[in-house]
């Protein structure tokens, strides 16, 4: 049984930067590929990025390219979102997802959710 525990959230200034982790507890992390998702109230869950389980591939949401680093460390089995520039457009709950093997951008089709943490971005 897959077990995520995000941190990291908190409340900063626009153009401040701050970093997110995902601890994934369970069998085999490097089975996993992972990613973040953000969801503001009365919105879907929408996708931010995504690694694939032996961080060779990465995908970003438009959004968030060229301002997100979705990375992961497998000695400390964590998955971490590095976000530079923030905007108050960036303000939501953060959650990490996995699922087995191969990327993937919807939320539909994760079975392994974090808690969430809250960012809140202050222009």
């Known amino acids: 049984q897959v077990q995520l525990v995000e941190s990291g959230g908190g409340s900063v200034q626009a153009g401040d930067s701050l970093t997110l982790s995902c601890v994934f507890s369970?069998?085999?992390?490097?089975?996993?590929?992972m990613a973040w998702f953000r969801q503001t109230p009365g919105r879907e869950r929408d996708f931010v990025a995504a690694?694939?389980?032996?961080?060779?591939?990465?995908s970003y949401a438009d959004s968030v390219k060229d301002r997100f680093i979705i990375s992961r460390d497998h000695h400390k089995n964590t998955m971490y979102l590095q976000m530079n520039s923030l905007k108050a457009d960036d303000t939501a709950v953060y959650y990490c997802?996995?699922?087995?093997?191969?990327?993937?951008?919807?939320?539909?089709?994760?079975?392994?959710w974090g808690q969430g943490t809250q960012v809140t971005v202050s222009s």
């Open positions: 997802a996995a699922r087995l093997y191969t990327l993937a951008t919807a939320a539909r089709d994760f079975d392994s």
């Open positions: 690694i694939t389980w032996n961080g060779g591939r990465t």
């Open positions: 369970g069998r085999y992390f490097s089975n996993y590929a």
